[in-house]
């Protein structure tokens, strides 16, 4: 039973469209995150939500947006797809403050 | 400033060699401190934290590192690089204060057969 999922594995688009990423942890967590990616490997950190509230919010372009249903769930939405987009998008989960954090297996976002 | 540094860029080993990978922060707090590893193509994997106690912490796959206070460094540890070893490594600080982590640059792990 994998513990952080996300939808879709691969994603490829062209410039201008909108597309989404789904993740769901099943952890019992109540703190989710997005991270990017990009190919050097760096890990940027983007949104965080507690309990469905929105607690990190790095400077990120408008075009993204979070929304977590539940706080089981965190999604991101893009909007007017970037060349600049494409990377690895992970999803995490962790028990709050401190605590460690466990990772999706990626989306990696190409746009063409 | 708070943040992160892993020196090495890349490191090659020859299997059966010993690894340490090191891991550099800066943290105004008490630190809690991760290492994880990222496979190609997967999402990254937690292999130890260290939180407090015994400086020393073992954790996954043979993996071990070193709390070492006066210098700041978190620096982990192998006895024996096996082939799947090979991957990216990377180190994270964190504290009871924040649900941030902070991650470093990353290392990338060879292995010579």
């Known amino acids: 039973d994998t513990a952080v999922s996300q939808t879709p594995k691969y994603l490829v688009t062209q410039m201008g469209n909108d597309k989404s990423i789904k993740c769901e942890q099943n952890?019992?967590?109540?703190?989710m995150y997005w991270y990017k990616q990009d190919s050097k490997k760096f890990l940027k950190i983007m949104f965080s939500y507690n309990n469905k509230e929105l607690i990190i919010n790095e400077t990120v372009p408008n075009r993204f947006s979070p929304k977590s249903p539940d706080k089981a769930h965190l999604n991101l939405h893009i909007n007017s797809l970037e060349l600049g987009d494409s990377a690895v998008y992970f999803c995490?989960?962790?028990?709050?403050?401190?605590?460690?954090?466990?990772f999706g297996p990626g989306t990696r976002l190409t746009v063409t | 400033a708070q943040s992160v540094t892993q020196p090495d860029i890349h490191i090659t080993v020859s299997e059966g060699a010993s690894l340490e990978l090191r891991c550099n922060y800066s943290?105004?707090?008490?630190?809690?401190l991760f290492w994880y590893v990222q496979s190609p193509g997967q999402g990254l994997q937690l292999l130890l934290k260290?939180?407090?106690?015994?400086?020393l912490v073992q954790g996954i796959k043979g993996f071990e590192a070193e709390f070492k206070r006066s210098q700041s460094s978190f620096n982990l540890r192998k006895p024996s690089v096996h082939w799947s070893d090979a991957a990216e490594y990377f180190c994270?600080?964190?504290?009871?204060?924040?649900?941030?982590?902070?991650f470093g640059s990353g290392t990338r792990l060879l292995v010579r057969p």
């Open positions: 994270a600080v964190g504290g009871d204060s924040s649900y941030k982590l902070i």
């Open positions: 260290y939180f407090s106690g015994d400086t």
């Open positions: 952890l019992g967590h109540d703190t």
């Open positions: 943290y105004g707090a008490t630190p809690y």
């Open positions: 995490a989960s962790s028990g709050g403050k401190g605590y460690e954090q466990y």
